[in-house]
């Protein structure tokens, strides 16, 4: 759901969105950051089971070696401050705009 709020958001705001699904694997989060080199990488959970695959994607970065090229932002419902440190994301938010707001202060 997150995909069409927030990639339509995005993408008015002249983002370029690269979707990589869901239930995506964390390898092919780390293959896909290394050819796209984005600025952001964003990832959506609905249900608090999706905090652990979060995490579990941040250590696959941080071991390949590329978590420090890329700002993480996590959203969804079961997003929460303590998820968010829990997780090593750069920030986290529960609302579409305010999610825009913090990719613009980011590219600035
Ligand atoms: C619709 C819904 C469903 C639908 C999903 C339909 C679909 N294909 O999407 C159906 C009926 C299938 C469903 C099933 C289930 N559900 Co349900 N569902 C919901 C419900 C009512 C709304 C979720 C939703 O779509 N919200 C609308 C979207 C747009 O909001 P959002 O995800 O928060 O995204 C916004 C922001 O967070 C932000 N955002 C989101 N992601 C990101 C990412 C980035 C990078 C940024 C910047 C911003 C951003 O932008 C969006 C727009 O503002 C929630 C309750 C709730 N209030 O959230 C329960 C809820 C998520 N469901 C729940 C549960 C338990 C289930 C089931 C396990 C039930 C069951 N026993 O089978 C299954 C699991 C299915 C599965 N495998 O995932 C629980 C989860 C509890 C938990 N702690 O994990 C919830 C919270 C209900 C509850 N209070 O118990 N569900």
Same mark, same amino acid.
Do not use: C
């Given at each position: 759901m997150?995909?069409?709020y927030?990639?339509?958001? #995005?993408?008015?705001?002249?983002? #370029? *969105?690269? /979707?990589?699904?869901?239930?995506?694997?964390?390898? !092919?989060?780390? %293959? +896909?950051?290394k =050819?796209? @080199?984005?600025?952001?990488?964003?990832?959506?959970? *609905?249900?608090?089971?999706a905090? /652990? &695959?979060m @995490? =579990? !994607? *941040?250590?696959?970065?941080?071991?390949?070696?590329?978590?420090? &090229?890329? +700002? *993480?932002?996590i959203?969804?419902?079961p997003?929460?401050r =303590?998820? &968010?440190?829990?997780?090593? #994301? %750069?920030?986290? !938010?529960?609302n #579409?705009?305010?999610?825009?707001?913090?990719?613009?202060g980011?590219? +600035?």
């Amino acid at each position: 759901m997150w995909v069409i709020y927030f990639r339509s958001m #995005a993408e008015a705001a002249g983002f #370029a *969105v690269h /979707d990589l699904g869901i239930d995506v694997p964390a390898q !092919t989060f780390t %293959d +896909k950051l290394k =050819e796209v @080199k984005p600025d952001i990488l964003g990832m959506s959970g *609905v249900l608090t089971l999706a905090l /652990d &695959s979060m @995490k =579990e !994607t *941040v250590e696959t970065l941080t071991q390949a070696g590329v978590r420090g &090229s890329v +700002k *993480v932002i996590i959203g969804g419902n079961p997003v929460t401050r =303590e998820a &968010s440190l829990m997780i090593g #994301a %750069d920030a986290f !938010t529960t609302n #579409a705009a305010e999610g825009v707001k913090i990719y613009q202060g980011w590219v +600035k």
